[in-house]
T-cell receptor
Framework: SQELEQSPQSLIVQEGKNLTINCTSS?????LYWYKQKYGEGLIFLMM?????EEKSHEKITAKLDEKKQQSSLHITASQPSHAGIYLC??????????????FGKGTLLTVNP | EAQVTQNPRYLITVTGKKLTVTCSQN?????MSWYRQDPGLGLRQIYY???????DKGDVPEGYKVSRKEKRNFPLILESPSPNQTSLYFC???????????FGSGTRLTVV
């Protein structure tokens, strides 16, 4: 089965600093999703990437998918306390099949200190 | 508003007492799925459904049942809950399972 490795597991940054979270798969991905979760709450959709080399931005968050479609990065510019939370990457397997199971990494806990 | 609605948000129950967590979506999605989230283990799929009357097991189906009698509803049933089913549960839906996932707000279940 497909596994997603996220790094780092946790991250503490000072407000205003930039940061990057990585998500790596051992297999080629059909689609890569980034979600944000406040502790114990629901998942907020951030971005979806499908094409190799694709890059998307929303406000101060940029996500990229590499050409091989096995690695993605999430970059936050000038972090703010509102960016704090758990960031999850989720991916669909390239082979598809009858279950398009969205598999998740274990998450990155981001703390932004004012 | 397009959404996935789960109920209840919080539930404390006792071992062995049957319970149902409801999930409803208003987007006419064919695909629905249940996940549980546990510290250190992340989100794991319990069951999924490709359409009405079509369901199958995910990675951790033991102790759970589901049904899909209508397109919009996908309840999760715990016939005899045990403490190891204490978890945060999420329902998700997607037009066909290969894109556009929407998640519910979660149900925090505690089994004592």
């Amino acid at each position: 089965s497909q596994e997603l490795e996220q790094s780092p597991q946790s991250l503490i940054v000072q407000e205003g600093k930039n940061l990057t979270i990585n998500c790596t798969s051992s297999k080629t991905l059909y689609g890569l999703y980034w979600y944000k979760q406040k502790y114990g709450e629901g998942l907020i959709f951030l971005m979806m990437l499908q094409k190799g080399g694709e890059e998307k931005s929303h406000e101060k968050i940029t996500a990229k998918l590499d050409e091989k479609k096995q690695q993605s990065s999430l970059h936050i510019t000038a972090s703010q306390p509102s960016h704090a939370g758990i960031y999850l990457c989720g991916a669909l397997p390239y082979s598809g099949g009858s279950n398009y199971k969205l598999t998740f990494g274990k998450g990155t806990l981001l703390t932004v200190n004012p | 508003e397009a959404q996935v609605t789960q109920n209840p948000r919080y539930l404390i129950t006792v071992t062995g007492k049957k319970l149902t967590v409801t999930c409803s979506q208003n987007m006419n999605h064919e695909y629905m799925s249940w996940y549980r989230q546990d510290p250190g283990l992340g989100l794991r799929q319990i069951y999924y459904s490709m359409n009405v009357e079509v369901t199958d097991k995910g990675d951790v189906p033991e102790g759970y049942k589901v049904s899909r009698k209508e397109k919009r509803n996908f309840p999760l049933i715990l016939e005899s809950p045990s403490p190891n089913q204490t978890s945060l549960y999420f329902c998700a839906s997607s037009p066909r399972g290969n894109y556009g996932y929407t998640f519910g707000s979660g149900t925090r279940l505690t089994v004592v």
